[in-house]
């Protein structure tokens, strides 16, 4: 069956990095778009990053942009997550997700604070 499997998060200070890593399997990652997602707390889940299935495309939101980076592997069915420069407000748990689908990971938590 589809998996979704995020890992990388952790806590860091202020301007610090993470790389977030997703591990996919059950379905053939290489054909398909990806994007993640955060949920901060006390907002609505948000779409941070997404990536065509041939990484040609990439989109950020405002709130990203300049500092996080997207990337896959479609040999190692792995999606990526590098974030830059981190800011409190980054704080959330961050989400793996196959994009137009209901299929989501169990997500990883990141928090940015000194």
């Known amino acids: 069956q589809v998996q979704l499997v995020e890992s990388g998060g952790g806590l860091v200070q202020p301007g610090g990095s993470l790389r977030l890593s997703c591990a996919a399997s059950g379905f053939h990652f290489a054909s398909l778009d990806m994007s993640w997602y955060r949920h901060r707390p006390g907002k609505q889940r948000e779409n941070v990053a997404d990536?065509?299935?041939?990484?040609?495309?990439?989109s950020y939101s405002s709130s990203v942009k300049g500092r996080f980076n997207v990337s896959r592997d479609n040999v190692q069915n792995t999606l990526s997550l590098q974030m830059n420069n981190l800011k409190p407000e980054d704080t959330a748990v961050y989400y793996c997700h196959i994009s137009g689908t209901d299929y989501w990971g169990r997500g990883t938590q990141v928090t940015v604070s000194s």
């Open positions: 990536i065509t299935r041939d990484s040609r495309s990439k």
